[in-house]
C-alpha cells in the first residue's frame, strides 16, 4: 500500500506521520492555507488584529493542524506573526517598512510595465478596460476595499504580461506584503484612477518609456503619501509633552 505524503507541524514534510494523533494530507494543509490568504486578500482582517486559530478551523471545516500548518506558511511570507502566549496576528507594516516596499516596487513595476509592453494581448488590454470603468464607480463611492481588489487585479494583469517569471513572483510577493498597510487614500483616489488610465494608454500605444513612467509614478503617489503620514506621525511625537 502507497504512503501518503503528509505535512507534519511545525512544517517538516515526510511520508506517512502524525501531530498529537493526527495524520494531515497535504491537500488539507495546501486548502487551508490558499483560503486563508484569500481571507486576507479579501480584507476579512485588519491590520494588526487577531487571527482566532479555533474559529478558523470551525469556517474551514477542519481541525487545528492544517490551520496552524497554514499560519506558519504565511508566517515565512511576512504576511502573519506568531507571538507566543498572545496569538497570531496580521502583520501591519511600519511606515518605515511601507517607504521601502513602495520604493522597490516603483522600480519593479516599472520594468513590468516596459516588458509587458510588447506581448500584451487585446484580451488583457480589454479586460483593464473593464476593471477601470469599475473602478471609477467604486472611486465616486469611495469604497476602499473595492478598490484595492480591482487595483490588485489590474497591476496582476500587467505583472502576467511582463514575460519574465522572476520579475513576476517578487512582484506578486511585494504586493501581498503591501496589503496590510493601515493608510487612508480617499484623498488621492482619483488621481490614482488617472494613473491607471494613463498606464493603460501608454499600453495600447505599445511605448515602453511611457508604460514604464506611468506605472513608477503611480507608485510615487502613494509613496509621498506614505512619507507624508511618516512625517506626521514624527511630528506628532515630537509635540508630545
Not at 43 to 61: C, I, K, M, W
Not at 67 to 84: K, S, T
Request: with cysteine; net charge positive; proline share 4%.
Amino acid at each position: 500500500m502507497s504512503k501518503r505524503k503528509v505535512s507534519i507541524v511545525p512544517g517538516i514534510t515526510l511520508t506517512g506521520g502524525r501531530v498529537h494523533g493526527e495524520i494531515v494530507p497535504v491537500n488539507l494543509s495546501e486548502r487551508a492555507y490558499a483560503r486563508i490568504k484569500k481571507m486576507i486578500t479579501d480584507y476579512r482582517f485588519s491590520p494588526g488584529s487577531r487571527l482566532n486559530v479555533e474559529q478558523l478551523a470551525r469556517d474551514l471545516g477542519t481541525s487545528r493542524t492544517p490551520i496552524w500548518e497554514a499560519i506558519r506558511r504565511l508566517e515565512q511570507e511576512g504576511l502573519v506573526r506568531n507571538v507566543p502566549n498572545r496569538g497570531v496576528f496580521l502583520v501591519e507594516l511600519t511606515p518605515r517598512a511601507a517607504i521601502e516596499l513602495y520604493t522597490v516596487r516603483e522600480v519593479l513595476e516599472g520594468m513590468a510595465a516596459r516588458l509587458s509592453v510588447e506581448g500584451i494581448s487585446d484580451r488583457t488590454l480589454d479586460k483593464m478596460e473593464s476593471l477601470l470603468q469599475a473602478q471609477e464607480r467604486i472611486v465616486a463611492e469611495e469604497d476602499l476595499v473595492s478598490y484595492s481588489r480591482s487595483d490588485f487585479e489590474f497591476h496582476a494583469c500587467i505583472y502576467a504580461a511582463c514575460g519574465n517569471t522572476i520579475l513576476r513572483e517578487m512582484l506578486e510577493s511585494i504586493k501581498q506584503k503591501a496589503r496590510p498597510i493601515a493608510m487612508q487614500i480617499t484623498a488621492i483616489l482619483s488621481e490614482l484612477l488617472q494613473d491607471h488610465r494613463e498606464i493603460l494608454h501608454a499600453l495600447r500605444m505599445h511605448d515602453p518609456l511611457l508604460a514604464e513612467t506611468a506605472f513608477r509614478e503611480h507608485n510615487r503617489r502613494v509613496l509621498e503619501l506614505l512619507k507624508l503620514e511618516e512625517q506626521k506621525r514624527i511630528l506628532g511625537k515630537s509635540n508630545l509633552p
